[in-house]
């Protein structure tokens, strides 16, 4: 028996959801097809979103896919590279952001409501709690968002995407208010939720070789 869980030769296997669940297979194809598509954003600006949302979900296949697909969507590596970061950024953003509710949580806060707006303005408190480590990473969030390679409004859409992925609200907040601030417009805004959509998706779907994998052993 294989020790191996991942194989770039396992992905070979997904073509087999198209007889064991036809047409649920086709209506996701067309679909995941039609995100990368129609729209007005550029293909390459949605690969690099992808790209970023697939190291948030950590599926290789996708990762390996999309990568592929940036390349020939005239991404460079550096372009890559900042759209991982911004992916990286935003992952870790998440978990501090949801830190105001452990906060809340260890205080003993009586409000019946988990998520509000207001909860944000505790984030400062770990400035004081940990201020090394929270400046540290303000200064590597700050940096992520502030791109080289591609202008802040894209920086800022992928950033969207990402949150859409940890299902931070207080990210989705932030970064669509940011990305509006760039410039960005609704349907610009809906269009880089669904390549969010597709990844996150795709991640399952694709995992689903290694689901054959195991059902076969």
Known sequence: MAESLFERS?????????????EMFKEFMTFNEGVMQHGSLSLKLKELAAV??????????CIELHVGQLKDAGGNKEEMSEAILIGTALKAGSSIAHGVNALNAYDG??????????????????????P???KSFVNFDQQALEPSTMSKKEGELIAVAVAHTTGCP???????KNAKKEGASK???????????????????????????????
Request: hydrophobic share 40%.
């Open 10 to 22: 396992y992905f070979s296997r997904l073509s087999e959801f198209s007889d064991l669940a036809p």
């Open 52 to 61: 970023a949302v697939a190291h948030v979900t950590g599926c290789p296949y």
């Open 109 to 130: 806060a009586e409000d019946g409501t988990l998520f509000k707006r207001s909860y944000f303005e505790r984030l400062s408190e770990f400035s004081k709690l940990q």
């Open 132 to 134: 090394e480590m929270f």
């Open 170 to 176: 207080y990210c989705i907040d932030l970064h669509t």
């Open 187 to 217: 349907e610009e805004i809906a269009e880089i939720i669904f390549v969010a959509t597709a990844l996150k998706a795709g991640s399952a779907l694709a995992h689903g070789v290694n689901g054959l994998n195991a059902y076969d052993r």
